[in-house]
């Protein structure tokens, strides 16, 4: 009988690889909020793989990227912990796109961590990603040694995730489960309600608006016999943005809120009442009291 394996597998790349929707393939579940627009993940979000023989806690981490302001720092915080502190082993997220210098910089950053990397070549369905596969094993292999290891896979489709779960397997410590087998995240409800709204503000807002929201759920309450009542708040950066996010006549944020209500309804498998409200606090992303009180909320 082999011995029971668990640990943290960190999941990291540029912006947009595709991280979250491999996250949640591996998981079968949804978990992490799903865009085509870059740095929708903002915090790192932890998921858990229970199978026979094994426990694997994956992190989602936000892209890496170069801080603007101060809120990016917390996010780049996040990420490095990831690599530093919490991974057993460290899952490195490529495109099948030329091989660039910022990916040597990082390939010889992770090399230099110590720590087990698998590198995976992502969208490999798509024209011409196998001449790009061939190219970034080359580039990987000189900058991380000749046995690196290098799979190519389509997390949205699903190809080759049961090889990707057999390699992390591997490499992943003997030990006891670190959680319930029936769990499959350490992050509370209300996390979720949040990241569920700003998924819509995602699908529903264009430019920037976005990018300026903070979702905060204020109030959480289970009523026995009664809907739950979830009130949340939406937090941008100006007046001009309430506006938008509000529209005319309200009609913006009660779209926003009966998408995100059905949403939230299909991931507690219960039925709510949703309330929100848009909230402007100028500059809100430069100022760390602030970040650290809401995202301090939601962990």
Request: glycine share 6%.
């Amino acid at each position: 009988m082999h011995p029971f394996k668990s640990g943290y597998v960190s999941i990291i790349g540029w912006p947009n690889v595709g991280k979250s929707t491999l996250l949640n393939a591996l998981l079968g579940s949804k978990l992490s909020i799903v865009s085509p627009r870059p740095q929708t993940t903002r915090e790192s979000i932890r998921g858990i793989l229970n199978e026979p023989g094994f426990q694997m806690i994956f992190v989602d981490t936000p892209g890496w990227l170069s801080p603007q302001d101060v809120f990016q720092s917390f996010m780049k915080r996040a990420i490095v912990r990831s690599i530093y502190d919490d991974a057993d082993v460290l899952l490195w997220m490529l495109e099948p796109k030329p091989f660039n210098e910022e990916d040597a910089l990082f390939a010889n950053k992770l090399k230099k961590s110590g720590k087990p990397v698998v590198v995976i070549v992502n969208k490999m369905d798509l024209a011409g990603s196998s001449h790009h596969f061939d190219r970034i094993k080359s580039e990987i292999q000189t900058h991380m040694g000749p046995d690196a290891v290098l799979l190519p896979i389509a997390a949205k489709q699903g190809a080759g995730l049961t090889e990707l779960k057999s390699l992390l397997v591997t490499r992943l410590p003997e030990g006891p489960a670190f959680f319930p087998a029936d769990q499959i995240t350490d992050r509370w409800e209300r996390f979720y309600v949040a990241e569920l709204i700003r998924e819509q503000i995602f699908k529903k807002y264009q430019e920037e608006v976005p990018h300026a929201c903070l979702v905060t759920v204020d109030e959480f309450s289970e009523r026995p016999g009664r809907k739950d009542h979830i009130r949340a708040s939406i937090v941008v950066e100006s007046e001009s943005q309430k506006k938008i996010m509000i529209g005319a006549h309200a009609r913006a944020i009660k779209d926003l809120g009966q998408a995100a209500r059905k949403e939230i309804e299909a991931q507690l498998n219960r039925p709510i009442y949703l309330e929100l409200e848009v909230k402007v606090k100028k500059n809100w992303r430069q100022d760390p009291a602030f970040l650290k009180l809401a995202l301090g909320q939601s962990a």
